[in-house]
């Protein structure tokens, strides 16, 4: 069975960080792109950050970049998510996903081919 399980979420104060992290199982998940997604109360589920399978391609939402870091560990099937700066905006349920696309015009595409149960991050005035 596939799973990826989330941890590091929380509550926090605006203008402190957290660090995402997300640990697979079930299958190497070295070969396949990862990232994570998140999905705000009555919004769609949006894009935050994916990363290559090697490690060499990463790419951010506009309203993250220059603020968080994703990174892999191939060799722990791991993936994490620094965030900085966090924002209340950035309020959201995170959730963690493995094996990624693109559409032709090079986007990340809202869907997976596995997920995580979510975590809640919490960003407070």
């Known amino acids: 069975q596939v799973q990826l399980i989330e941890s590091g979420g929380g509550l926090v104060q605006a203008g402190g960080s957290l660090r995402l992290s997300c640990v697979g199982s079930?299958?190497?998940?070295?070969?396949?792109?990862m990232g994570w997604f998140r999905q705000s109360p009555g919004k769609e589920r949006e894009f935050v950050a994916a990363?290559?399978?090697?490690?060499?391609?990463?790419d951010y939402a506009d309203s993250v970049k220059g603020r968080c870091t994703i990174s892999r560990d191939n060799a722990k099937n791991t993936v994490s998510l620094q965030m900085n700066s966090l924002k209340p905006e950035d309020t959201a349920v995170y959730f963690c996903?493995?094996?990624?696309?693109?559409?032709?015009?090079?986007?990340?595409?809202?869907?997976?081919?596995?997920w995580g149960q979510g975590i809640q991050v919490t960003v407070s005035s």
């Open positions: 996903a493995a094996g990624l696309s693109r559409t032709e015009a090079g986007d990340i595409r809202l869907v997976a081919d596995y």
């Open positions: 079930g299958r190497t998940f070295s070969t396949i792109a």
């Open positions: 990363i290559s399978w090697s490690g060499s391609r990463t």
